[in-house]
């Protein structure tokens, strides 16, 4: 128990520093060492540490990814440039456009592919229009994870929460939206309070476009039909790996002139962190640590009503701030499923984990992924971000757990 104890420490010393200087060892060679060294110190024997690997959710999101990267080559993300300064007509519009269509997208994607696509996008249309990109940036990153919780194709953990758990989609989606939809709401309203002097009706002055948009219509079409029959397969309860993966090969095929191109855009750097990290959890569960763990938080399973799930709430928060939320939901997967997997329990695990990388810059993948891509044009400080985070985090955690009474 102490030696996983020590290499569970050391990789998520790691994980949370984002690397050890002079070393330049990252997040994903973080995941690799502490895999390696829970097998290497005999906490796991090697055949267990091949059975931790969760293909399932491994290739669900590599599915995903493919998809994502064919919109991205199609010109999607292109054409949603020109229709957001195309509809804006002030300041106010805009930041309503960004965190719409930020949190929409989010919800059929995941958030962290969204917000590196999109990133770029908010900037060339700030940089044109002669506006402050900070406000609409820090909405992106907010809107982006809010958005992603009311379904488990949003981001990675709820994947792993909804292939765990085997809730149906529309079940998933149809208790958690409300929370999304708020979540929404109170993003804009505390954005536009807090940049009142930039966000204004005040009409906006749009040039005329520079180029021609760049569509490759038959892979937009083809790119956007197969998200849409994946819609259709997840809600009638299809197994969500065999539908995503089987899609992302019928557009490999139908734009076959860019495989190379659409594979080098997938974040396989996330993949290979998620196998490491199912190593080390698999660790951290078989020398007992789980069920330490589990022990010294039961009474917070064992509430019930609104006190239990605030109490929950904050836990699996303040949990997924040290440790980020994917690490935070694989510490707790087995115990909710030793408390025999209450779908109320898996959803507010999702809702939890996802709402509190709201609170820091440094709490979610996707905010990180927009300050790293903004840095030079626009860098987002700690509490720039920290004013925004805040009360949009307490007010939809609030909100989950008086939704999602355990």
């Known amino acids: 128990m102490i030696t996983a104890l020590l290499v569970f420490i050391a990789t998520y010393l790691i994980l949370g520093v984002q690397g050890i200087p002079r070393f330049h060892i990252d997040r994903p060679t973080g995941a690799l060492l502490g895999a390696v060294g829970m097998v290497a110190f005999g906490v796991l024997p090697l055949?267990?540490?091949?059975?931790?690997?969760?293909?399932?959710?491994?290739?669900?999101?590599?599915?995903m990814m493919i998809l994502v990267a064919y919109l991205e080559l199609s010109g999607?993300?292109?054409?949603?440039?020109?229709?957001?300064?195309?509809?804006?007509?002030?300041?106010?519009?805009?930041?309503?456009?960004?965190?719409a269509s930020a949190g929409f997208l989010s919800a059929l994607f995941m958030n962290d592919t969204v917000c590196l696509l999109y990133a770029p996008v908010i900037l060339r249309v700030t940089r044109r229009l002669q506006r402050n990109p900070l406000p609409y940036l820090i909405a992106l990153a907010t809107a982006a994870n809010i958005g992603s919780v009311c379904t488990m194709i949003g981001n990675p953990q709820n994947a792993l929460i909804g292939i765990r758990s085997h809730?149906?989609?529309?079940?998933?989606?149809?208790?958690?939206?409300p929370i999304s939809a708020f979540g929404l709401l109170a993003t804009f309203a505390v954005i536009a309070l807090l940049y009142r002097e930039e966000i204004s009706r005040r009409p906006l002055i749009v040039p005329p476009p520079r180029n021609p948009v760049r569509i490759q219509r038959w892979l937009l079409s083809v790119s956007l039909t197969a998200g849409g029959i994946m819609l259709v397969l997840l809600c009638l309860n299809y197994h969500p790996p065999s539908v995503v993966i089987s899609l992302a090969s019928i557009v490999i095929l139908a734009g076959s002139r860019k495989p190379r191109r659409a594979l080098q855009q997938v974040d396989w750097t996330l993949l290979f962190l998620f196998a490491g990290l199912f190593v080390v959890m698999r660790g951290v569960e078989?020398?007992?640590?789980?069920?330490?763990?589990?022990?010294?938080?039961r009474f917070l399973l064992e509430g019930s009503g609104l006190t239990g799930s605030l109490g929950l709430t904050g836990a699996i928060?303040?949990?997924?701030?040290?440790?980020?939320?994917?690490?935070?939901?694989?510490i707790y997967l087995p115990i909710v499923e030793a408390h025999g997997g209450r779908p109320d329990l898996w959803l507010l695990l999702a809702a939890a984990s996802t709402l509190a990388g709201n609170l820091t810059l440094l709490g979610s993948v996707a905010n990180l992924i927009v300050a790293e891509i903004a840095r030079e044009e626009a860098p987002i400080g700690f509490l720039a971000y920290l004013k925004v985070g805040f009360p949009v985090t307490l007010a939809t955690l609030l909100l989950a757990a008086w939704l999602l009474q355990v």
Request: net charge negative; proline share 3%.
């Open 76 to 99: 999607f993300f292109e054409v949603l440039e020109r229709w957001i300064i195309g509809l804006a007509r002030s300041t106010f519009m805009l930041l309503g456009l960004i965190v």
């Open 167 to 177: 809730l149906p989609f529309l079940q998933f989606t149809g208790r958690l939206w």
């Open 286 to 297: 078989n020398s007992g640590l789980t069920a330490l763990f589990f022990e010294r938080t």
């Open 47 to 63: 055949q267990e540490a091949y059975r931790a690997i969760d293909l399932d959710t491994l290739l669900f999101l590599l599915g």
């Open 317 to 330: 928060a303040l949990l997924s701030n040290l440790v980020s939320n994917v690490p935070a939901v694989m």
